[in-house]
């Protein structure tokens, strides 16, 4: 059997164990899962009707809102659906069987490349629910085949990225726990971004930093797919930040991995 056969099956193997790991335990997807949505329903009922007038909404009330916001929330259910990556790879480090793996004739970046797979997975999932739920209560998007497609990439790419640096994090952490709470950013960043409001309606100073930050370029170029709003330089900036996330990660969590264990 070839090199990249063997890569293929452990990294198959591992992914495999992942998702299993999910199917046994759904309550940690499913805790990070309701955040999106219960901000989803608690922005468009209650906050909706006051909140549209602060992009234009006046004529067009709740559902002008719901238009603005589900881009936003679906990029935030990535950030959050990846914590549970932070903090899986946190418990196998604790309960020693990155250790074992290290010792075993397997590809040695193979359980992490099952945890990155079944993350993906998982927010693609998550997203796919959190749009139903939104298309539900009234979201709407004319756009074309090809969009909707781009949508889908920039939502596996930056589910990519984040997930990297959530396995990173998690083998970073000394424990579970401090590996939620390193990861807790994944979940912040939202929202001081562009997800509730436009960042030019933000005070001078803090508008550089909702602007640059990963989220807000991604999720005006969700908008500008989905809704068919002004793109302008969002998307290249979005595609940097995924390409650089993916890259840090990798080499952060690899060299993690590597490290000799004390």
């Known amino acids: 059997m070839s090199s990249t056969s063997l890569v293929v099956r452990d990294s198959a193997t591992m992914l495999r164990r992942n998702l299993l790991h999910v199917r046994r335990y759904p309550s940690m997807t499913l805790n990070l899962l309701l955040t999106p949505i219960m901000l989803l329903l608690l922005f468009v009922y209650i906050f909706g009707g006051v909140m549209s007038a602060g992009i234009g909404g006046d004529g067009a009330g709740r559902a002008t809102y719901i238009a603005y916001i589900v881009p936003g929330l679906l990029m935030m259910t990535i950030g959050s659906t990846v914590i549970g990556a932070a903090m899986s790879v946190s418990i196998d480090m604790t309960q020693g069987l990155i250790a074992r793996f290290r010792t075993m004739a397997i590809y040695r970046g ?45 939502v596996t790419l930056f589910a990519l990225g984040l997930t990297w640096i959530a396995v990173g994090m998690g083998m970073a952490s000394p424990n579970p726990e401090a590996a939620s709470n390193m990861a807790m950013p994944l979940i912040l960043l939202p929202i001081i971004s562009s997800a509730f409001i436009p960042a030019n309606t933000m005070p001078g100073w803090f508008q550089p930093i909702a602007e640059y930050q990963p989220f807000t370029p991604a999720i005006e170029t969700m908008r500008g797919l989905l809704l068919g709003t002004e793109i302008g330089n969002n998307w290249w900036i979005a595609l940097a930040w995924c390409v650089g996330l993916i890259v840090l990660g990798y080499r952060w969590s690899r060299a993690l991995f590597n490290r000799d264990p004390k």
């Open 110 to 154: 193979s359980l992490l490349v099952g945890h990155v797979l079944g993350s993906v997975l998982q927010s693609l999932a998550s997203v796919v629910l959190v749009g139903a739920v939104a298309v539900a209560i009234g979201f709407r998007s004319h756009a074309s085949p090809l969009n909707w497609l781009a949508a889908f990439g920039l």
